[in-house]
């Protein structure tokens, strides 16, 4: 298997479908939650029940073509999923099978429906349909209204280990970074496309304390979530270097200034978990950023 660490998901994934109920995978950003509900979906549309990537329904699989699968999204340049994306599922769960073995659909970020979207689609998960297999996939779990979780099977989906992560991101991205590869043990898949030149501008800016530097800020999504990460460990780094001389993420902590505030860390993380708890890219985040950089400064200051 091209992740190792789902393997035991995978089973339990097979296992869960024979249900004939909705399932909602959660779990951390970057740990394969898509490909295995792919993995999942070609399996049961195999004609062998094995991905024998023989038959026709394995080769549309693996050309991204099978009419009996629908994979929905948001798109790079919206934060929501639309009432209209969902319609559009509706109508074609509805049509008959094409290639006899039901239908799959597969929501990801089903934490990005907008309410009029999850309503609609609600009304579909309320009426099981042993022809249509519902596959959602979340990051945050908690975002998801209580409704659409209520009508699921749910299951954890865990992170790699420490060395499975760090196996994987070597073998595929070796430009990396120590501190970067210990940051994303446990969500490898980030480093995929990982962006090296905005991680280096974040340190440059938590470095140089007295000069910094608004113009590093998120462009996107991705960048938000980037930022998130990397001031969330820098600020882990921080307090262990205040209490136990050393640090296992960043060594340049011991560039900085002498810390004079302790408390400041510590504001400084609860803007951080704010961010976590709505990591859409909006005008409330992008504020929480400016807040966040200010008590930054306080840190250090005489």
Known sequence: ??????????????????????????????????????EAAKIKLCESNNACNKCQNCNLMNQNTHPDLILLEPS?????????????????????????????????????LTIPASNALLKNLEEPNKNINFILISHNKEQIINTIKSRCLEIFIPSPSFEQGKNYIMLNNKNLPDSVVKILSHQPLISINY???????IINMLLNVNRINNKVFPKN?????????????WLYDLLSFVYTGRCYYFTQINQLPKIKFIEKI????????????????????????HVFLAEYRLIFKD
């Open 1 to 38: 298997m091209q992740y190792p660490w789902l393997e035991s998901s995978k089973q339990n994934i097979l296992s869960l479908l024979k249900q004939d109920r909705s399932l909602l995978i959660y779990g951390l950003q970057g740990i394969g939650k898509k490909y295995l509900a792919l």
């Open 76 to 112: 790079i340049d919206k934060k929501t999923i639309s009432i209209d994306s969902i319609h559009e599922i509706i109508e074609l769960v509805q049509q008959t099978s094409y290639m006899g073995k039901g239908k799959f659909v597969i929501i990801y970020c089903i934490e990005q």
């Open 195 to 201: 962006n090296l030149d905005f991680y280096y501008e």
């Open 221 to 233: 999504q991705q960048d938000l979530l980037q930022f998130i990460q990397v001031s969330s460990y």
């Open 266 to 289: 510590y504001a400084c993380w609860n803007y951080i978990k704010e961010m976590l708890k709505n990591q859409n890219f909006s005008l409330n985040n992008k504020l929480l950023i």
